[in-house]
T-cell receptor, first 117, second 109 residues
Framework: DAGITQSPRHKVTETGTPVTLRCHQT?????MYWYRQDPGHGLRLIHY???????DKGEVSDGYSVSRSKTEDFLLTLESATSSQTSVYFC????????????????FGPGTRLTVL | KNEVEQSPQNLTAQEGEFITINCSYS?????LHWLQQHPGGGIVSLFM???GKKKHGRLIATINIQEKHSSLHITASHPRDSAVYIC???????????FGQGTRLTINP
């Protein structure tokens, strides 16, 4: 299994509080992604990173920010959590040659279940 | 309309049945992925296709690039195959994947 961990694995918080989720990899992969998974929507990309300090928005980036100061760590921050951000969050990694050039095979972390009350 | 559509959304079958899950997409792609998500939540990659067919054990994945369609087949299905199966495509020239909504498969003993 690819070395990807997420912390915390479960979190319950209150509306308006800041929350930071951490993704850590030991594979030295260039690309890292944050997704959220909700019933009826499948996996949706929040933000991704294509290198240290290089990040870009995904399709559902409002209310989220990210940082990547080291290759191995990708942080997702909810500046002021809302109930609509209750979800399961997955981190994934890939490299230019993951699965063969041009295929972008991604390896997923175990997920973080976040509940915003 | 979603760029990646899967059917059916839910499928229940008896152990031993032959299973087919379909994925249609509307964009040009360089690769298509089939992923499996078990009830515990973990997501693993099953197949990656850019043409033709791939087989791994009882699982077979096919893709028809001209028709923009892929199928995932499971032969001699077993209760341990119960999971959500997710199709994802990598658009040509893009790094990101676009995911279907998933097909929830339940195999009863």
């Amino acid at each position: 299994d690819a070395g990807i961990t997420q912390s915390p694995r479960h979190k319950v918080t209150e509306t308006g509080t800041p929350v930071t989720l951490r993704c850590h990899q030991t594979e030295n992969h260039r690309y890292m992604y944050w997704y959220r998974q909700d019933p009826g929507h499948g996996l949706r990309l929040i933000h991704y990173s294509y290198g240290v300090k290089d990040t870009d928005k995904g399709e559902v980036s409002d209310g989220y920010s990210v940082s990547r100061s080291k290759t191995e760590d990708f942080l997702l921050t909810l500046e002021s959590a809302t109930s609509s951000q209750t979800s399961v969050y997955f981190c994934a990694i890939s490299d230019t040659f993951s699965g063969g050039r041009g295929s972008n095979e991604q390896f997923f972390g175990p997920g973080t279940r976040l509940t915003v009350l | 309309k979603n760029e990646v559509e899967q059917s059916p959304q839910n499928l229940t079958a008896q152990e031993g049945e032959f299973i087919t899950i379909n994925c249609s997409y509307s964009v040009g792609i360089s690769a298509l992925h089939w992923l499996q998500q078990h009830p515990g939540g973990g997501i693993v990659s099953l197949f990656m296709l850019s043409s033709g067919k791939k087989k791994h054990g009882r699982l077979i994945a096919t893709i028809n690039i001209q028709e923009k369609h892929s199928s995932l087949h499971i032969t001699a299905s077993h209760p341990r195959d119960s999971a959500v199966y997710i199709c994802a495509v990598k658009r040509q020239g893009a790094q990101k994947l676009v995911f279907g909504q998933g097909t929830r498969l339940t195999i009863n003993p």
